[in-house]
Nanobody, 116 residues
Framework: EVQLVESGGGLVQPGGSLRLSCAAS????????MSWYRQAPGKERELVAAISSAGSSTNYADSVKGRFTISRDNAKNTVYLRMNNLKPEDTAVYYCNFRQLLNVYWGQGTQVTVSP
């Protein structure tokens, strides 16, 4: 059974940092690109960052470029999202994601709240 379990969210002040983790199981993690999405209240879910299977290629939403870094450890079956200089508009539930053929898998999400 495929499982994606996010952790690391919380309440942080503007300008602060968090590192999210997504622990994967039930599939050959090193074969798949992984992504982080987020969904703020009343808004559609949006792609934040993505990383290739070997970690050699990444891409980011314009709104987070230069502040967020996606990485992965294939030995630990884990993908990370390091978030620096957080802003109130980064407040959202953050989800990790991957696609296997026609199937799309999501974790349960982790809440990130950026507030003074």
């Amino acid at each position: 059974e495929v499982q994606l379990v996010e952790s690391g969210g919380g309440l942080v002040q503007p300008g602060g940092s968090l590192r999210l983790s997504c622990a994967a199981s039930g599939f050959t993690f090193s074969r798949y690109g992984m992504s982080w999405y987020r969904q703020a209240p009343g808004k559609e879910r949006e792609l934040v960052a993505a990383i290739s299977s070997a970690g050699s290629s990444t891409n980011y939403a314009d709104s987070v470029k230069g502040r967020f870094t996606i990485s992965r450890d294939n030995a630990k079956n884990t993908v990370y999202l390091r978030m620096n200089n957080l802003k109130p508009e980064d407040t959202a539930v953050y989800y990790c994601n991957f696609r296997q053929l026609l199937n799309v898998y999501w974790g349960q999400g982790t809440q990130v709240t950026v507030s003074p």
